[in-house]
């Protein structure tokens, strides 16, 4: 089967693009897929999420600029079928886990962590609610 690539990215900026790059892959297991660097900042890095159709796009923060956000104001919904796995992971990197992992009432099991940056991460089985038929 081809892989597929995501056609949904999250994106956001960083004080220390390089740093949470390295956070993102070791702590969540994200893939570097993609990573350029100019005038000593990275200007455009991609990460994808292993178990799913989903990325990252971020960079060094850059005020003024067009698409410019401040670093530590993204806040994103990971899911995973696996998500006692991954906690146990996070929590082995030292996370600034902000919601231990639980059920909650509609069923799902979930965690939420704050990155070094102020970003904040929910990861869980949750899927969505199904689509509408067409």
């Known amino acids: ?3 597929k ?5 999250v994106t956001l900026q960083a004080n220390d693009a390089s740093a949470l790059i390295d ?3 070791d702590t969540f297991g994200f893939v570097q897929t993609a990573r ?3 005038d000593g900042a990275v200007a455009h890095a991609e990460l994808t999420w292993p178990e799913g159709s989903g990325g990252v796009m ?3 923060y850059r005020p003024g600029r067009d698409w410019s956000r401040e670093p530590g104001t993204m806040g994103c919904y990971v899911v995973t079928p696996d998500p006692d796995s991954l906690y146990e992971r996070v929590l082995e990197h030292g ?3 902000i919601r231990p992992l639980a059920r909650t009432d509609y069923g799902a099991r979930e965690f939420a962590v704050r990155d070094p940056e102020g970003n904040l991460w929910s990861f869980g089985d949750y899927t969505g609610a199904p689509s509408p038929e067409a």
């Open 5 to 9: 690539n995501p056609t949904v990215w």
């Open 95 to 97: 996370a600034d886990v």
């Open 23 to 25: 956070y993102y892959v």
């Open 1 to 3: 089967m081809a892989t």
């Open 58 to 60: 971020l960079g060094s």
């Open 36 to 38: 350029h660097d100019a």
